[in-house]
């Protein structure tokens, strides 16, 4: 006599992959949709220049009522926190020192500092920027003028403070 039991008959193993295999797809697919999102809603921050630029208080978003703004030909910072930024601007009905100064806001007086350069000082929130227009002559006969104009920007004493006490409660925190 057999020892064997009877068994109902036997099932088909069921494949628990057919399902989990779909249902990865559909979050895998639903991760990158949220990470599309994301990537291209999120404001880009701004580029190395353009930090330069808000620094010196030379940021186009700084300046909203101009409408218009100079590209640097030179943004960085120096060792010491200045930000230096050098500009060329023409002497032509879109571009010249009289519409950069309005651009940016510069309401001080010129000093002569040679025979082709001035500068201007002014605060611009809590920075400190100097200006330093040379101009130079056009090497073509009726061609314009320009004027290298370099802007050194340097927080004042103030914002120095503010950004030590913020810095010094970061680092207790």
């Known amino acids: 006599m057999s020892t064997r039991t009877r068994t109902s008959p036997t099932r088909p193993r069921r494949r628990g992959w057919l399902v989990w295999l779909p249902a990865l797809c559909a979050v895998g697919t639903l991760g990158v949709i949220a990470w599309a999102a994301v990537v291209l809603l999120t404001p880009a921050g701004d580029g190395p220049q353009e930090a330069v630029e808000r620094r010196a208080g030379m ?3 700084q300046h909203q009522p101009a409408g218009r703004f100079y590209v640097p030909t030179y943004a960085e910072v120096e060792k010491d926190g200045t930000a230096v930024l050098r500009y060329e601007v023409g002497d032509s009905q879109d571009s010249s ?4 100064l309005r651009t940016y806001d510069v309401t001080a007086e010129p000093k002569r500092a040679g025979p082709s350069e001035v500068t201007y000082s002014d605060r611009f929130g809590e920075v400190r920027r100097t200006f330093t227009i040379t101009y130079n002559p056009s090497p073509e006969p009726g061609g314009y ?5 370099t802007v050194r920007a340097t927080a004042t004493a103030t914002a120095t403070a503010t950004a030590t006490a913020t810095a010094t409660a970061a680092d207790a925190s």
């Open 97 to 100: 020192v009289e519409d950069f």
């Open 145 to 149: 003028d320009y004027a290298r104009i």
């Open 59 to 61: 940021h186009h978003d």
